[in-house]
């Protein structure tokens, strides 16, 4: 079955430091890979996709995911971490059927930056 | 990139009561989606909103507690009919671009059913 899984629910780091979210997929085909970011009372932004090519995507705000195949992950990454990082991320694949198009959404990470 | 709105953006209603929630978006698209974000927790599809036919739920979503209506290519409406407490979450419309793999989201509608 099609899954997304986002191991860690909640996730505290001091601002400047590093940052790594996880995401791991379940999913037959080449996926195509997407986190967002939820901010408080806000809906959902694009950080970045992957189809395919690089394995290293960037994306907006300094994010950057790799997409290893053989671990089937999306990790979320990003080297020095603002306090308006705080957020809710959400990772998805977008997953096809017969003659449907759908995301299939992890249950999403809430960071929290400490001063 | 899309530009999309929701209204209302929040609303606080009694029970038994519906309302209707708006989606436009900047541009004519083929698919819109409707979610719901119950609190503390991740998107649940509710239905896939095609112009020109009838939605498509998803299971556990029924078109009586959730009619949808998609009159052209970019603009949409969900109710939630006779709501109760449980209905009390954050409704969001999606929209497919990018070549049709990629979904932007709107602001979210933000429900409160006392």
């Known amino acids: 079955a099609q899954s997304v899984t986002q191991p860690d629910i909640h996730i505290t780091v001091s601002e400047g430091a590093s940052l790594e979210l996880r995401c791991n997929y379940s999913?037959?085909?080449?996926?195509?890979l997407f986190w967002y970011v939820q901010s408080p009372g806000q809906g959902l932004q694009l950080l970045l996709k992957?189809?395919?090519?690089?394995?290293l995507v960037q994306g907006i705000k300094g994010f950057e995911a790799e997409f290893k195949r053989s671990q089937s992950s999306f990790n979320l990454r990003k080297p020095s971490v603002h306090w308006s990082d705080a957020a809710e991320y959400f990772c998805?694949?977008?997953?096809?059927?017969?003659?449907?198009?759908?995301?299939?959404f992890g249950t999403g990470t809430r960071l929290k930056v400490l001063a | 990139s899309a530009v999309i709105s929701q209204k209302p953006s929040r609303d606080i209603c009694q029970r038994g009561t519906s309302l209707t929630i708006q989606c436009q978006v900047d541009s004519q698209v083929t698919m819109m989606f409707w979610y719901r974000q119950q609190p503390g927790q991740s998107l649940t599809l509710i239905a896939t909103?095609?112009?020109?036919?009838?939605?498509?739920?998803e299971s556990g979503f029924v078109i009586d507690k959730f009619p949808i209506s998609r009159p052209n290519l970019t603009f949409s409406t969900l109710t939630v009919s006779n709501m109760s407490p449980e209905d009390s979450s954050i409704y969001l419309c999606?929209?497919?671009?990018?070549?049709?793999?990629?979904?932007?989201f709107g602001p979210g509608t933000r429900l409160l059913v006392l």
């Open positions: 999913y037959g085909a080449t996926p195509y």
């Open positions: 909103a095609n112009q020109g036919s009838e939605a498509t739920y």
């Open positions: 992957y189809f395919s090519g690089d394995t």
């Open positions: 998805a694949v977008g997953a096809r059927g017969s003659g449907t198009y759908k995301y299939i």
């Open positions: 999606s929209v497919l671009r990018d070549r049709g793999e990629t979904q932007y």
